[in-house]
């Protein structure tokens, strides 16, 4: 048996994978992603410092990775510069996995774009996929078009440096920019994408995925985000780069931790032009908008046909933000003249805690169209003493005759008591329903650090009983201000209003 310390060495990795679950009895909220070890069903590529293993990342034969196969990258005092080209297909038993094997520290292997080397010769499907990412999911240029990466792991790393101000040398060995639009990790297509416990910074956008209406093999689909730290992206000056921006279907949120974005960066925490989102349990500390629900965009027949489109939920989030920088909550679409794929469907919106700073108008929710709704119940909304009008809603220009201002029904939540429909000095339209069934106070039932609910808070037991339509979404987690994933004390889709159980 190893003795004591060569046995805490072993295990390091191991116990510092994940964020702390508190109870480990539970479980695991973030299954489905192992530990960063071989799958015992394919080759083995081993990338770090020790004897026998690849030196570098462009050392790895990433064009023959297939069904089982793991590249495991060590942890080293120096970053990583090269990239990454997953187009294999796994299965869900044997992906293919591309995973970090922390140090004795606890550190992620870190995978620089700055300075990168690609590898020579690999087939990248287009010029601009290699200039627009560091990790990049896509089929091979010498692939069928039809090709596509199935059930493919992207876990453990600090990815960072795809950013304009940034070069690397290419695959046919030539100096390149990064361009202004690309992303940490870009997702092209691909079927059964996880992107897990990475820590993701520096770049012009976090994660990114696309989907084209050029066939089924070219909608990105069943993808997870979940457990990573997102900070320091987008860019200064401009709005249209984002922490994460995805158009996928079925694409779920979760246990995610949004950090601030870059600075001077007008981006958002989270942009979705997707099928089927779910946004759970995340933390939210950034972005013109925490949460941009809005049209499909270049798969937009694909997805107004798709009746998941119509519904989006986001339940167990925290999310703090400057009320100054825009609408907390945005859904419908936002291209006018585009009304007809806008989403024209309900969000779900429950057991979330908002808290809105600055001095500036914070607002709640932004409904493009009187053919979107939300729902919205057991979640706590605070506003600083800074902001002079608190507002549920706000209007969006639309084209000509197309009213603004969704369908909001509310039912039980707390909110502060000097709130109001859109201030004193606009106009919304739409219609706001439930505001009597709002339990309210000058004071904030929550500690002011944790936001979690004080002693004899109103806000315990409090929580009512949501739509049918809602049921299978069970508030079962909650995370902290590290990312800590801790069980409810009382699951279910009542109990305790908002994100946070005392």
């Known amino acids: 048996m190893p003795a004591p310390r060569a046995l805490a060495r072993l295990l390091a990795p191991l116990l510092v994978a994940w964020p702390l679950i508190a109870n480990a009895a539970e479980p695991d909220p973030l299954a489905g992603v192992k530990p960063c070890a071989p799958s015992g069903k394919g080759t083995d590529y081993q990338v770090g410092p020790g004897p026998g293993q690849l030196a570098t990342l462009d050392d790895v034969p990433w064009e023959r990775l297939g069904s089982g196969d793991t590249v495991r990258i060590f942890a080293r005092p120096q970053p990583y510069r090269g990239k990454i080209l997953v187009a294999g297909r796994g299965t869900p038993d ?3 996995r591309v995973c970090g094997v922390r140090d004795d520290a606890g550190r992620r292997p870190v995978i620089d774009g700055n300075g990168a080397q690609a590898r020579r010769g690999l087939a990248y499907g287009h010029p601009l996929h290699e200039a627009r990412s560091v990790v990049l999911v896509n089929r091979l240029g010498s692939q069928a078009w039809q090709a596509f990466p199935e059930n493919v792991v992207i876990s453990g790393l600090h990815i960072r440096g795809a950013h304009p101000d940034n070069g690397f040398t290419d695959s046919k060995g030539q100096p390149q920019r990064y361009e202004k639009f690309g992303a940490c990790v870009w997702i092209e297509r691909g079927d059964g994408v996880t992107i897990a416990d990475n820590e993701i910074s520096d770049c012009s956008q976090g994660i990114f995925s696309r989907s084209t209406m050029d066939g089924d093999f070219a909608v990105t689909k069943r993808l997870r985000v979940a457990g990573n730290h997102l900070h320091d992206n987008g860019i200064a000056g401009s709005d249209r780069e984002h922490a994460a921006y995805v158009q996928s279907v079925d694409v779920v949120y979760e246990f995610n931790r949004f950090g601030r974005m870059r600075d001077g960066a007008g981006g958002n925490a989270i942009k979705d032009r ?134 909001v029904r509310l039912d039980r939540n707390w909110i502060v008591s000097r709130w109001s429909d859109a201030g004193p000095w606009h106009k919304v339209g739409g219609q706001l329903h439930g505001a009597s069934r709002l339990l309210s106070g000058a004071r904030p039932p929550v500690d002011a650090a944790t936001l979690k609910p004080i002693a004899s808070s109103p806000l315990v037991g409090a929580g009512v009983v949501g739509p049918e339509s809602a049921r299978l979404h069970e508030v079962k987690w909650q995370i902290g201000p590290r990312g800590e994933i801790l069980p409810r004390n009382s699951s279910g889709n009542s109990g305790t209003l908002g994100a946070l159980e005392p």
Do not use: C
Request: proline share 4%.
């Open 94 to 96: 044997a992906p293919v």
């Open 274 to 407: 997707s099928v089927g989102a779910v946004v759970r349990y995340n933390r939210i500390e950034d972005g013109a908008r925490a949460i941009d629900l809005v049209e499909a965009e270049d798969y937009a027949d694909v997805a107004r046909q798709d009746p998941r489109y119509r519904e989006t939920f986001v339940y167990g989030n925290v999310i703090v933000k400057d009320g100054r920088k825009g609408s907390t909550i945005h859904y419908g679409g936002d291209h006018a003249g585009s009304e007809d794929n806008y989403r024209k469907g309900t969000l779900y919106f429950f057991h979330n805690t908002v808290r809105l700073t600055g001095d500036g108008y914070g607002v709640l929710f932004q409904l493009s169209t009187t053919q979107e709704t939300a729902q919205v119940w057991n979640n706590v909304f605070l506003f600083d003493a800074t902001i002079p009008h608190p507002r549920m809603r706000d209007g969006q220009d639309n084209a000509p005759g197309i009213e603004s201002g969704g369908i």
